[in-house]
Each structure stands twice: as structure tokens, then as C-alpha cells.
């Protein structure tokens, strides 16, 4: 199973960015997505996750300014970020718990995208 990233890139203050994380592999479902960050000498944190049921969990700093989403036929998430800010920089990274099937068995595992980076400039 992969996860790639893509969408990342250089925005001014209060502009905006969508960011896209597609999954291919063996996938028999994908319960949980979701999108995190680490800025520079920071951990790596929560920003929003979303179900396969379209439930979806922010980030207190990402509330109001980003939305969560995902296509299960195309088993692709997507994050909008709007309003953004220079704290917002980061490495933006995909996360996925995915039932897989491998030799015609079935097998739970969490797995994460490459990241994308962000940079927004004040």
C-alpha cells in the first residue's frame, strides 16, 4: 500500500492551498484519514481526520479554515486550507488505517505518505 501526496507548495498570508493524498495497493477498505504536520523543531501533530462514514475530527488550529474530505472510490483524501498563516508552514503528511489483502489474507496497518511541504510566506 502507498500513499502519495500532492498539492504542497509556496502561498502568501491568507491565500490558500488544497492538498491531495491518493492510497493504491491491495486495499480491501480504509476505516480512518487524515492529515498531519511537523514544522521545524516541532512534533509531528494532528490536523483533521475523516472516516469512511464522512465523520470528521479538526485540529483546534484548523478549524474554521480547513475542511477534510475523501472519495472512497478513489480511496483519496483531500485537505482545503484557506486563510492560511505563516505558523502553517510544515511538512504536510497522509495517514491511512488500512485493511489490505495480501496471499489472500486480510491485515490491518497504518501507513503514511512522503509529506508535502507548505510554506506560507507573511
Known amino acids: 500500500v502507498q500513499l502519495v501526496e500532492s498539492g504542497g507548495g509556496l502561498v502568501q498570508a491568507g491565500g490558500s492551498l488544497r492538498l491531495s493524498c491518493a492510497a493504491s495497493?491491495?486495499?480491501?477498505?480504509?476505516?480512518?484519514m487524515g492529515w498531519y504536520r511537523q514544522a521545524p523543531g516541532k512534533q509531528r501533530e494532528l490536523v483533521a481526520l475523516?472516516?469512511?462514514?464522512?465523520?470528521?475530527n479538526y485540529a483546534d488550529s484548523a478549524k474554521g479554515r480547513s475542511t477534510i474530505s475523501r472519495d472512497n472510490a478513489k480511496n483519496t483524501v483531500y485537505l482545503q486550507m484557506n486563510s492560511l498563516k505563516p505558523e502553517d508552514t510544515a511538512v504536510y503528511y497522509c495517514?491511512?488505517?488500512?485493511?489490505?489483502?495480501?496471499?489472500?489474507?486480510?491485515?490491518?496497518?497504518?501507513?503514511w505518505g512522503q509529506g508535502t511541504q507548505v510554506t506560507v510566506s507573511s
Open positions: 495517514n491511512a488505517a488500512v485493511v489490505a489483502r495480501d496471499s489472500g489474507r486480510f491485515y490491518v496497518d497504518d501507513y
Open positions: 495497493g491491495s486495499i480491501v477498505s480504509i476505516h480512518v
Open positions: 475523516i472516516t469512511s462514514a464522512g465523520s470528521t
